[in-house]
C-alpha cells in the first residue's frame, strides 16, 4: 500500500524568520517544531568532517561531499550561498544578500524537522546542521550515490523498466502528499529536486529534496506567490508575481507533479522537448508566462496523453499513467485530484480500491 500519512492540516507552519528565538511569537507554528528544528543542531560536525569533491550548485546551495574523519561515514554538504537574490527580491532584483542564503538554509532545516517528515521514506533526511568557519549555515543530508532521478534516468535509459518508473513517481506522489498534509507546499516540484538512494536490499527509493523555497501555512490562506521554475508551474501562477491564496498551491503542484511525471517516462528529459513551438519554451532559463497558451486549454494534458503510446509501456501502465495525467494536468485547478488520490492511483492496490467505491480509476 502507499505510505500516505493521516496527518491533518495545521496550523504549525507559516513564515520563517532567520532568527529562530522570534518563532516563537508565531501564533501559527508548533513549539516542539521550533525545538526540533534547534535540535538538529550538531555543534562540531563541520570540524569534524573533511572535504572530498564538489557535487554542484544551485541558485541556493553549493552541495560538496564529506567524509567523517572518525566514521569514515559519506555526507552531502549543503552550503548556503550569500551571493544570490534576496530572499524578498522580486523579478529583475539583481540586489545581493547575505540574509537570503542563510534565511533558505534554516527554512530547509525547519521542514525536515518537522515529526512526521523527517520519518517519511520519501523525504530526504537531514542528519544534522552546523556553522561553517564563515559563519555560514551548513547542512548535513544522506548522500544520494545515484544522483537525482533525472540523472538516474537519463544516464540508464532504456535499461530502466516500467516497474521502477511507477514507483519513483509513486515514492515522490507520496512525499508531496505528507508535505501537504502538514501544510506545506515545496514550493519547486520538478524532477531535479529528487533524489535516487538505495533502500536496503529493497532495491531503489525516490525522495523529494531542496526544501529552501517551501511555503508554510497552506490552510491560512495567506496571500501567497510561487518560487517554482516558471515552465514547471501551474497555468494559474505561471506569471512569476502572481498573487494566490496558499491553500489553493497544493493544487498547483499536483500540476507541476504530472510534468514530473511525464519526464520520468521520457527517461529525464525535459516534458517540453518536441513540443510545437518549443523555442518560445526553451529561451532563456524561464518560461514566457504565455509559452504554452498556443496549445489551448488543457494542451499539455492532451500533448502528455499523446505521448503515452510511444513511452513503451505494460498495457496496465499505459492505462494507469493515461488516468494519472488525466486528475493532474487539467488547466483548471478544481478539475484535478489532491496529492492523496494521484498517489492511490499510482499504487495498484489503491488503484483498484478507488475503481471500487469511486469509479475513479480508468478502464
Known amino acids: 500500500m502507499s505510505f500516505l500519512d493521516a496527518a491533518s492540516f495545521s496550523k504549525s507552519w507559516s513564515f520563517l524568520p532567520i532568527d529562530f528565538g522570534a518563532l516563537n511569537n508565531d501564533p501559527y507554528r508548533s513549539r516542539n517544531t521550533i525545538s526540533n528544528a534547534q535540535n538538529a543542531y550538531i555543534r562540531g560536525l563541520y570540524k569534524d568532517s573533511r572535504h572530498i569533491q564538489n ?36 523579478k529583475g532584483d539583481t540586489k545581493k544578500s547575505s540574509a537570503g542564503g542563510v534565511f533558505s538554509a534554516l527554512k530547509e532545516i525547519q521542514v525536515v524537522s518537522n515529526v512526521v517528515l523527517r520519518s517519511h521514506p520519501n523525504i530526504v533526511n537531514i542528519l544534522g546542521w552546523d556553522w561553517s568557519l564563515e559563519q555560514i549555515p551548513v547542512i548535513f ?3 544520494a550515490e545515484h544522483g537525482s532521478v533525472r540523472d538516474y534516468l537519463q544516464f540508464n535509459e532504456a535499461a530502466v523498466p516500467a516497474s521502477l518508473k511507477r514507483q519513483f513517481a509513486r515514492d515522490i506522489a507520496c512525499g508531496l502528499n505528507a508535505l501537504h498534509a502538514v501544510d506545506i507546499a515545496h514550493g519547486d516540484v520538478k524532477l531535479l529536486n529528487t533524489l535516487v538512494f538505495m533502500n536496503g536490499k529493497k532495491g531503489l ?35 512569476r508575481e502572481t498573487i494566490i491564496l ?82 493532474t494536468l487539467r488547466d483548471r485547478a478544481e478539475a484535478r485530484s489532491d496529492m492523496q488520490v494521484v498517489a492511490m492511483a499510482l499504487d495498484p492496490w489503491d488503484e483498484y480500491f478507488l475503481l471500487l467505491n469511486f469509479g475513479m480509476a480508468e478502464s
Not at 532559463?285 to 497558451?293: G, N, V, W
Open 55 to 90: 557535487l554542484g550548485e544551485g541558485s541556493v546551495f553549493k552541495v560538496t561531499l564529506r567524509q567523517a574523519i572518525k566514521s569514515c561515514q559519506l555526507y552531502a554538504l549543503k552550503t548556503a550561498k550569500l551571493d544570490g537574490r534576496s530572499a524578498h527580491g522580486k
Open 141 to 143: 543530508v544522506e548522500y
Open 205 to 239: 527509493i525516490a525522495r523529494i529534496s531542496d526544501f529552501s523555497h517551501s511555503v508554510f501555512g497552506l490552510s491560512t490562506k495567506r496571500k501567497s506567490t510561487y518560487p517554482g521554475s516558471s515552465r514547471y508551474n501551474a497555468p494559474e501562477i505561471r506569471g
Open 246 to 327: 496558499s491553500d489553493q498551491l497544493a493544487l498547483c503542484e499536483v500540476f507541476s507533479f504530472g510534468l514530473l511525471v511525464w519526464e520520468i517516462l521520457k527517461d529525464g528529459r525535459p516534458f517540453f522537448d518536441g513540443l510545437d513551438g518549443g523555442s518560445s519554451i526553451t529561451t532563456g532559463t524561464e518560461a514566457k508566462e504565455d509559452c504554452f497558451d498556443y496549445l489551448g486549454l488543457d494542451g499539455l494534458l492532451q500533448k502528455a496523453l499523446s505521448f503515452l503510446p510511444f513511452a513503451g509501456l505494460p498495457r496496465d501502465d499505459t492505462s494507469m499513467f493515461y488516468h494519472m495525467f488525466q486528475i
